[in-house]
């Protein structure tokens, strides 16, 4: 994946989209906060990761956003923080902050400051976005939207909190397949619960070999 465009026979740094999922061992990211976040096609263990989201943890991702970051989210992800971000901490969170770019054929407007909707051709939209100033856009949730993501090439960086647990059903996070690409571990790190937290970076092509 090229890391800029050339202006005038210069390199300009393109906006990197990031996705931050948090996924089971068998690959599942659905309704990972509470029973009633996705209960959709009756699933029934929402909240999985509560049992092991420790202080580490906790450090690793408050890191993670601690730098300047834009969102671009799905809808349904975007009603869950809408639910809740505006006000935590009164308002003083880097959710709160960040504009909110949101992919949806449904919403038009909402009061949450910072929303930019997104409609029609949003892979060509994201793809421009991604050559515009501004911070790198970070991917929460977004289970649905992260699919159109993957099926055109848009994903620069994952950053994983991969769980020991399996469950079996749910929505996976490359549950509508990929292109392939090969990526490049950036950094590795272990909780004491047993959480992984992985980052990948995007390394170009699949290269292929034998023995």
């Known amino acids: 994946m090229n890391p ?5 026979g210069k390199i300009i740094p393109m906006k990197k ?8 061992l068998d690959g599942v990211m659905q309704a990972p906060g509470g029973p009633s976040e996705d209960p959709r096609d009756n699933f029934t263990l ?18 993670q956003m601690g730098a300047p970051f834009d969102l ?14 505006p006000t935590n901490e009164g308002g003083d969170n880097p ?10 054929n449904t919403l038009t407007s909402h009061p949450w400051q910072k929303t930019v909707f997104l409609k029609g051709d949003v892979p060509a939209q994201v793809r421009q976005m991604k050559q515009q100033d501004g911070p790198d856009l970070q991917v929460h949730g977004s289970g649905d939207f992260i699919q159109t ?15 020991p647990v399996t469950l079996g059903m749910g929505q996976r996070l490359f549950a509508g ?33 034998s023995f």
Do not use: C
Not at 17 to 24: P, V
Not at 95 to 104: C, F, G, P, T
Not at 197 to 208: E, H, I, M, P
């Open 72 to 85: 671009l989210l799905g809808r349904k992800t975007f009603e869950i923080f809408a639910s809740y971000w």
């Open 177 to 209: 397949g990929t292109l392939p690409a090969s990526f490049s571990l950036v950094d590795v790190q272990t909780t004491p619960s047993g959480v992984i937290t992985a980052n990948f970076k995007r390394a170009g092509d699949v290269v292929t070999g």
């Open 149 to 163: 993501l993957l099926k055109h090439d848009l994903v620069d960086e994952l950053w994983l909190k991969i769980f």
């Open 4 to 8: 800029g465009f050339p202006i005038h």
């Open 46 to 63: 929402g909240g999985w990761t509560v049992p092991f989201f420790d202080e580490a943890l906790g450090e690793i991702m408050t890191v």
């Open 17 to 24: 989209i990031i996705l931050l999922s948090f996924i089971s």
């Open 95 to 104: 959710i709160n902050h960040a504009v909110k770019y949101v992919a949806s």
